[in-house]
């Protein structure tokens, strides 16, 4: 079972507009949620994360917002640039018990110039 | 970018035969992670290591074994590839492990066809 889950596989973006990404998740027990960025033919690069404790976070252009009653977060890219088309993965992870990052399957942004 | 070594980078071989992929880090990190990407599933954990010797499985890991002998290495053994392990395989390090937050550190990934 997907406990995190990514259900836009895409999303087109006007450069200089906002991108929004969205994440859910099944796992009450999840404390930490990380975001990561993937170029074609490379591995994915760590973006930002946020601890369960807090509900938002924010670096620069990026910032993840997340709502544990909903278990729901989103990354937000303002303004979007074309260098930002990648695909994005979520990810989440316990304090105790797996060591394991639990990815969602993704989604592609394209950021249109 | 973290020092992170992957191969080979592409590597093609048949059903039956053993493959084994290489990991070599040069941070010094404690914690090594083997993933595989599949389409519709995200990355998945196979196998990863607390330390020289240590390792533990992860939600993907019939098929595969893996050994650590030395701090800067991880290997992932297919001892019998099949069709359903072809896919991209990426190893990631850590310094604290996933439990603390503390994010991982991917390599370029391998990918490998079973034909």
């Known amino acids: 079972d997907q406990q995190v889950k990514q259900n836009s596989p895409s999303l087109s973006v006007q450069e200089g507009r906002i991108s929004i990404l969205n994440c859910d998740y099944t796992?009450?027990?999840?404390?930490?949620f990380l975001w990561y960025k993937k170029y074609p033919a490379e591995g994915p690069t760590f973006l930002i994360s946020i601890s369960s404790i807090k509900d938002k976070n924010e670096d620069g252009r990026f910032t993840v917002f997340l709502n544990k009653s909903a278990k729901h977060l989103s990354l937000h890219i303002v303004p979007s640039q074309p260098g930002d088309s990648a695909v994005y993965f979520c990810a989440a992870s316990v304090r105790t018990g797996a060591n394991n990052l639990f990815f969602g399957t993704g989604t592609r942004l394209t950021v249109i110039p | 970018d973290a020092g992170i070594t992957q191969s080979p980078r592409h590597k093609v071989t048949e059903t039956g035969t053993p493959v084994t992929l290489r990991c070599h880090q040069t941070e010094n990190h404690r914690y090594m992670y083997w993933y595989r990407q599949d389409p519709g599933h995200g990355l998945r954990l196979i196998h990863y290591s607390y330390g020289v010797k240590d390792t533990d499985k992860g939600e993907v890991s019939d098929g595969y074994s893996v050994s650590r002998s030395k701090t800067e290495d991880f290997l992932l053994t297919l001892e019998s590839a099949t069709s359903s392990q072809t896919s991209v395989y990426f190893c990631?390090?850590?310094?604290?492990?996933?439990?603390?937050?503390?994010?991982?550190?991917f390599g370029n990934g391998t990918r490998l066809t079973v034909t």
């Open positions: 990631a390090i850590s310094d604290y492990g996933t439990a603390t937050g503390s994010p991982l550190h």
């Open positions: 796992n009450s027990m999840f404390d930490y």
